[in-house]
Nanobody, 129 residues
Framework: QVQLVESGGGLVQPGGSLRLSCAAS????????IGWFRQAPGKEREGVSC????????YYADSVKGRFTISGDNAKNTVYLQMNSLKPEDSAVYYC??????????????????????WGQGTQVTVSS
């Protein structure tokens, strides 16, 4: 059974850091890409970042570029999202999702909800003083 479980969310002050984890089970990340999405109240779910396990290629939305870093540990079947210099507008429920095999096709990066097949339950990130 395919399962994704996010963890690491919480309350942090502006300028602080958090590291989210996405643990996969029921399949191996070697043949999948993992994307991180977030959804704030009243807003659509947006793609934040993704990583292709096959070649390590990554994508970042402009809103997080330079502040967030995605990485994967295939031995642990886990993908991480290191979030630094957090801002109040980063507050949202963060989800990880999986699609095969990559998170890109040519120069296009998959960052839309319907482009991913498996989803975790989400973890809340709140950035507030």
């Amino acid at each position: 059974q395919v399962q994704l479980v996010e963890s690491g969310g919480g309350l942090v002050q502006p300028g602080g850091s958090l590291r989210l984890s996405c643990a996969a089970s029921g399949f191996t990340l070697d043949y999948y890409a993992i994307g991180w999405f977030r959804q704030a109240p009243g807003k659509e779910r947006e793609g934040v970042s993704c990583i292709s396990s096959s070649d390590g290629s990554t994508y970042y939305a402009d809103s997080v570029k330079g502040r967030f870093t995605i990485s994967g540990d295939n031995a642990k079947n886990t993908v991480y999202l290191q979030m630094n210099s957090l801002k109040p507008e980063d507050s949202a429920v963060y989800y990880c999702a999986a699609r095969a095999p990559n998170c890109y096709s040519g120069s296009y990066y998959y960052s839309l909800q319907y482009e991913y097949d498996y989803w975790g339950q989400g973890t809340q990130v709140t950035v507030s003083s």
